[in-house]
């Protein structure tokens, strides 16, 4: 064989490997591991330049089911439930339950107690707070963009998708708070993954420009994103002197919620 289709097919097989990776990550699917996949748990940080593909995948998904159940006739704030309930069934609630943990370890004195809070599977009243608002800011602010335009609401799934995962990147550039756990495992990815996957994330950001949507509502829903993203982080590293996986799943949440606003207002 050719020495470069040789080395094209180990990239190609490279790629799908770290898509597979990312899609082990942010979701519960069961997802087999396939017999070109060299290292099956390769860490995050050195696969992340696939994490928008796999953020747009899990968007694509609840943006088919959005499509289905606004074509059964259903009105815009049920087809948003049942796309939001979808994104949450595919991903098993992760970074939900990031955010509940977060908003529940905020309560602590030190960062010890805070991080022992963290740790607790019971859910306290700030997170079950936290978890209220945000679902429903998630579904109101869909089902306003899907009364507008179903096609602009299913293109927002994808970006959005796909940015907030990235975003999650971040947290990991933040020392490990515990010595044990997915946030002690998973450690800040090199400099040219990272600029791979932010690329990848601009330009899929972008898609939303496909069904109408103005370019400054469009940048400005990646630059609030980022700014909600950054704020989470920041706060961890005063709070809990490092990141957890639940750091990582509070910073999905909100840079997908502060995309999901600007997409919704009517400025």
Known sequence: MDPRLANAKDQSYE????????LRFCTRLPIPVYPFEKAPERPISLCARMLPIAGAIIGAIAAIVLWIAARLGL?????ALIAVSSLVILTGGLHEDGLADYADATAGATA????????????????????ALTVLARVLSLAMIAADSLPAAMLVLIAVAAISRTLMLLALHLPPARSEGSGFAAAGPPEPVSAVA????????LLPLLAGAGI?????AMILAIAAAYWVVRLARRLFEGQTGDVAGATQQAAEIAAYLVYASTL
């Open 15 to 22: 790629l799908a490997a770290d898509l597979l990776g990312c």
């Open 75 to 79: 009105p815009p704030a049920l087809a």
């Open 112 to 131: 010890e107690q805070r991080l022992a809070i963290m740790k607790d599977s019971r859910i306290g009243a700030f997170g079950a707070l936290a978890l």
């Open 216 to 220: 400054i509502r469009v940048l400005l």
């Open 198 to 205: 932010a690329l990848m994330a601009f330009l899929l950001g």
